[in-house]
């Protein structure tokens, strides 16, 4: 159950105070984002992207020189459900009492919007009438272009951006790319959970999009900043946190910022007034018990193979040679073709993650938590 006031609470951004560090990244993306420069922002899973987002646009939010509009496009399936997504952005972000609003209100009536309401949040989202192949193409055009004449800064954040890769649309990115090219006001900072497609989609030198951004990649937040982060919340509440605990969680958890928070979220929840070694512990055996499920379906999903394969890389922690024959022979894995092709699927279905932004390159268990459970069991 969650608990809101958990200071490691992680649905939703809670602003400044229960978000830890990421101050040069910050700067940074201020700094891009102050002079128009389209953005993708890429990391690793769950290490703290839309976080970023939302920490980044909370600073501007009383800047009456910016705008900052975040739209995540995970659920569209289409173009017209991508361009309706951005229109309901775009609708919520200016309210139609102001000026701009009202002309934006206006920009909308061109394309008879239907506008319904979320049954759990009560949030409106706008329906537009877009069905000739004319509109289907150009809607998202003209409502960028109506607003980068506004003279007003405009920054979208894209959230889930690869999904555009499943659109029917084969198009969608020549399309977009050239309506983004011709405006001077409006920027981007396209971001997305899935590496390998956002690579594809910004880094092939036959796409659309290559070349078009500046790209920042987001690391693991630094030790002594998280330290001090988590001692400050257990402090706030007078409760005491021994740096043996503290560096347990962050070797635990390899600092891997969702996993690092969810311990963190747990540990807080046994409500300790001291909190040391053990009840770091517990907590880590809290932890592994409720996700043992979600464990063995990794395990049922994946051949004999790939689910040895893993184990092998979970218990080394990190492999820089998975074809080298002490690892082969240390957990009799086979031939070397045959763990190439584990490696594959289990890169593809991101179990494993391949860190290739270091000096040597190495392999690890994307999940730490499925990891420190390997580490356990196997
Ligand atoms: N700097 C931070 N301080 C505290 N909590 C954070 C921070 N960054 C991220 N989080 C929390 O960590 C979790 C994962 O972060 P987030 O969802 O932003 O990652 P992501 O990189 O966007 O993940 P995905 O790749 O799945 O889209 C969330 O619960 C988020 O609230
Ligand atoms: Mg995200």
């Known amino acids: 159950m969650q608990n809101k006031n958990n200071p490691f609470y992680g649905k939703i951004y809670r602003g400044p105070k229960f978000f830890c560090d990421r101050k040069e990244e910050t700067k940074l993306l201020t700094n891009y984002i102050t002079n128009g420069v389209n953005i993708t922002l890429f990391a690793k899973r769950r290490l703290g992207k839309t976080g970023l987002l939302h920490h980044l646009f909370y600073q501007q939010r009383n800047n009456t020189n910016m705008v900052c509009i975040y739209v995540d496009v995970l659920a569209t399936h289409n173009l017209v459900e991508f361009t309706n997504y951005m229109a309901t952005a775009v609708y919520n972000a200016f309210p139609p009492q102001k000026t701009l609003g009202k002309k934006i209100m206006e920009l909308f009536q061109r394309f008879r919007p239907t506008i319904s309401f979320d ?3 009560g949030n409106p989202s706008l329906n537009l009438t877009i069905t000739t192949p004319d509109q289907k193409n150009n809607t998202i055009g003209n409502i960028l272009n109506f607003l980068d004449n506004q003279n007003i800064k ?52 036959k796409r659309p999009f290559f070349a078009s951004c500046t790209s920042v990649s987001l690391e693991h937040i630094p030790a002594t900043e998280y330290k001090k982060f988590i001692k400050k919340h257990f402090n706030d509440v007078n409760r005491v946190i021994t740096d043996e605990c503290l560096n347990f969680i962050c070797d635990w958890t390899q ?24 009840e770091a512990k517990t907590a880590a055996q809290t932890i592994l018990k409720l996700n043992e499920n979600t464990f063995y379906q990794y ?60 000096e040597t390159p190495y392999y690890e268990v994307y999940d730490k938590y499925l990891m420190r459970w390997m580490q356990l069991n196997y």
């Open 255 to 278: 600092l891997h910022t969702f996993y690092t928070q969810y311990f963190c979220y747990t540990l807080f929840a046994l409500n300790k007034e001291n909190n040391g070694i053990e």
């Open 119 to 121: 049954e759990l949040t």
């Open 154 to 205: 405009i920054v979208f954040a894209i959230d889930e951006f690869q999904q555009i890769l499943e659109y029917p649309e084969k198009n969608t990115e020549a399309i977009l790319r050239t309506h983004i090219q011709q405006l001077k006001n409006t920027s981007f900072i396209f971001c997305g959970s899935n590496q390998k497609m956002m690579h594809e989609i910004f880094n092939s030198a």
């Open 299 to 358: 395990k049922n999903l994946l051949t004999d193979t790939q689910w040895n394969f893993l184990v092998a890389v979970g218990k080394e922690t990190q492999v820089h040679q998975p074809t080298a024959k002490k690892f082969i022979t240390t957990h009799q894995l086979g031939t070397p073709s045959s763990i190439n092709r584990s490696l594959e699927a289990l890169l593809t279905k991101e179990m494993l993650f391949h860190n290739t932004g270091v």
